[in-house]
T-cell receptor, first 111, second 110 residues
Framework: GAGVSQSPSNKVTEKGKDVELRCDPI?????LYWYRQSLGQGLEFLIYFQGNSAPDKSGLPSDRFSAERTGGSVSTLTIQRTQQEDSAVYLCASSPDDGYTFGSGTRLTVV | RKEVEQDPGPFNVPEGATVAFNCTYS??????FFWYRQDCRKEPKLLMS???SGNEDGRFTAQLNRASQYISLLIRDSKLSDSATYLCVVSLSGTYKYIFGTGTRLKVLA
C-alpha cells in the first residue's frame, strides 16, 4: 500500500481481556517499529523488527506484551490481560533506512 | 535527565512571526537528528532531517550544534497551518531506534 496501515483505528476493551493490534507496513520496508503514546506523553519505543526477527524488544513494558512479524510484512502486537495503564495510542512505523513513516495508530482504551 | 528534552510550550505567535525551538540531547554518541510534526490526534510526520551543516526547506531551517548537544528549528513567516506539536528526534550511531522528545506546541494566531 501507499502508507503504513494499522487496524483497528480504535479499540475499547474491558480490563483483563486480550487485544491484538495489526500493522501493515509500506511494501519493501524491512524495518518495522512499534511505539506507544500516552496522553500528553512522548513516544515510547516498544519493539523493533528487522525482517521477521526482533533484535530489540527492550521497550515492551511487561511479559503481557508480545509482538510478531510474518513474511517480513504484517506485524501483530498482542497485549494480554489488559490493564487500564495500557490505554494509549499504539503507533507502528516502517522504514527503509532513514526516517520513519508512521501509521495513523490504534487508540486503545481499557475500561 | 531525559535523553531528549524540549520546552513543551505552548508558543503562541502571530501570523508572519518567526519562531525558534531548541532541543537538547544527552547522549554525545547521537548521530541522526530529525524534526517531526504531529497534529492533534494524528500520527507524527517527518518534517525534516537535521544535518551537521544545517539545512533549509522553504520557511523551515534546522541547525545542529554537536558541541552543545542541541538542535534547533526555525520557522519564518509563520502560517496558521504551522500550528502543531514539533517533536525532536535523535538516534544513536549504528542503531535504528529513535528517541523522541515530548514535543513543543506551537499555536499561530490570526
Amino acid at each position: 500500500g501507499a502508507g503504513v496501515s494499522q487496524s483497528p483505528s480504535n479499540k475499547v476493551t474491558e480490563k483483563g481481556k486480550d487485544v491484538e493490534l495489526r500493522c501493515d507496513p509500506i511494501s519493501g520496508h524491512t524495518a518495522l517499529y512499534w511505539y506507544r503514546q500516552s496522553l500528553g506523553q512522548g513516544l515510547e519505543f516498544l519493539i523493533y523488527f528487522q525482517g521477521n526477527s526482533a533484535p530489540d524488544k527492550s521497550g515492551l513494558p511487561s511479559d503481557r506484551f508480545s509482538a510478531e512479524r510474518t513474511g517480513g510484512s504484517v506485524s501483530t502486537l498482542t497485549i494480554q490481560r489488559t490493564q487500564q495503564e495500557d490505554s494509549a495510542v499504539y503507533l507502528c512505523a516502517s522504514s527503509p533506512d532513514d526516517g520513519y513513516t508512521f501509521g495513523s495508530g490504534t487508540r486503545l482504551t481499557v475500561v | 535527565r531525559k535523553e531528549v528534552e524540549q520546552d513543551p510550550g505552548p508558543f503562541n505567535v502571530p501570523e508572519g512571526a518567526t519562531v525558534a525551538f531548541n532541543c537538547t540531547y544527552s547522549n554525545s554518541a547521537s548521530q541522526s537528528f530529525f524534526w517531526y510534526r504531529q497534529d492533534c490526534r494524528k500520527e507524527p510526520k517527518l518534517l525534516m532531517s537535521v544535518y551537521s551543516s544545517g539545512n533549509e526547506d522553504g520557511r523551515f531551517t534546522a541547525q545542529l550544534n554537536r558541541a552543545s548537544q542541541y538542535i534547533s528549528l526555525l520557522i519564518r513567516d509563520s502560517k496558521l497551518s504551522d500550528s502543531a506539536t514539533y517533536l525532536c528526534v535523535v538516534s544513536l550511531s549504528g542503531t535504528y531506534k529513535y528517541i523522541f522528545g515530548t514535543g513543543t506546541r506551537l499555536k499561530v494566531l490570526a
